[in-house]
């Protein structure tokens, strides 16, 4: 497949090519599948797709690719797939190796273009058990500017300066690169829910079983938006075993980090690693979430990635309250998290792929 048709305009358009893919698996295993689940009612066709595939001798390593946990992030994710599948199929051994891509986890907000679910939840904060204490959780951060994360009245004029005006470049890179969650205001921005989501239930039940027969997990999360331009972070959890530097070591790859607290945020990526390493003690779990970056880690960047945030979603309450126009906030939205530049595109697949390498030949899968 040419790399120009991995990036796909509309989620229908993406969904479908993706599905066209079974046929690649069919050529390499015996045993695959399309599996879907919806979300929301059947009748808004807004779905989750996996394809399947599972060794086909004695099952080792179970590999599981994920993209779309934020809606508009799924188009770049997709992209991911593709290149996994057309590039990286010729080292995986189907006798020992089973695979689960999934495409568009947040289906509703990759078909709008919203990072957010339906019901305004940033699923990658929404990964918790326990929601009694949780739910009146309301950062401080955000509390300084109600106005602009919980508008009930339009934006002042000028977000960018307001920004500046209120906050650090080191709050601003934390709001850019690990948004503290709230549970307290289901219309505010960054809302991490007030329950476990339909969307993370689905995915959690889902890694329990497709884990049930493997000895190794795998599991990667393809995001955009965070880290310095050009730069694709492969970052693990708190869970991971190794030290930062012990992963440095054992990875070739030049971007590495080592999150921690990640579970109390209810990073999905990490909740979902810590509960298949409860559900299964013997199986070794390898979990990294993979952040390509999009805008440079400059207080202009940072103010253009809170600024586009903030006006996204006050335009989603009420076109009334932004006086950006609309095409400038989209396209804004879109630069962040989807960009249309070739160059951007080709530099993060060529990144991606060495990622891709470098992690599966250190777990011995190449
Ligand atoms: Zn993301």
Known sequence: MNENSYFQETYEQSRALFRTRIDDLREKWDRVALYKWFIGVPQDDNTADVLLADAS????????????????????????????????????????????????????????????????VDLNRNFHKDWAARRKQMPLLYQRR????????????????????????????????????????????????AQMEEASQKLALSFSDWAAGYKQIIHLDLHTGGGPQGELQMIFNENEVRSAQELEQE????????????????????????????????????????????????SDGFLFCSRAMIEEHALSISPDYVSTSTQDIREHFRALFDPKDTAWRREYLRQLYKAYLALFSSEGLL
Do not use: C
């Open 251 to 298: 990875i070739a790859h030049p971007w590495i980090q080592k999150g921690d607290g990640s579970v109390e945020l209810g990073d999905a990526t990490a909740v979902l690693q810590q509960y298949l390493m409860r559900t299964y003690p013997g199986k070794r779990v390898v979990s990294a979430l993979m952040e390509a970056g999009t805008v440079p880690e400059t």
């Open 57 to 120: 001798e004695s099952p080792e390593t179970l590999l599981i690719i994920t993209s779309g946990l934020h809606g508009v992030e799924g188009y770049a994710g997709a992209a991911g797939l593709h290149l996994f599948i057309d590039e990286l199929f010729p080292y995986v051994d189907p006798k020992v190796t089973g695979i689960r891509l999934v495409h568009g986890v947040n289906p509703w907000g990759m078909r709008h273009r919203r990072r957010v679910t339906a019901r305004n």
């Open 146 to 193: 109600r106005d602009l994360f919980t508008p009930e009245s339009p934006l002042p004029p000028d977000v960018r300066y307001e920004l500046s005006a209120t906050y650090s470049d080191i709050e601003l890179a934390e709001m850019k690169n690990t948004p503290p969650p709230q549970h307290a205001e289901r219309f505010g921005l960054y809302f991490g829910g």
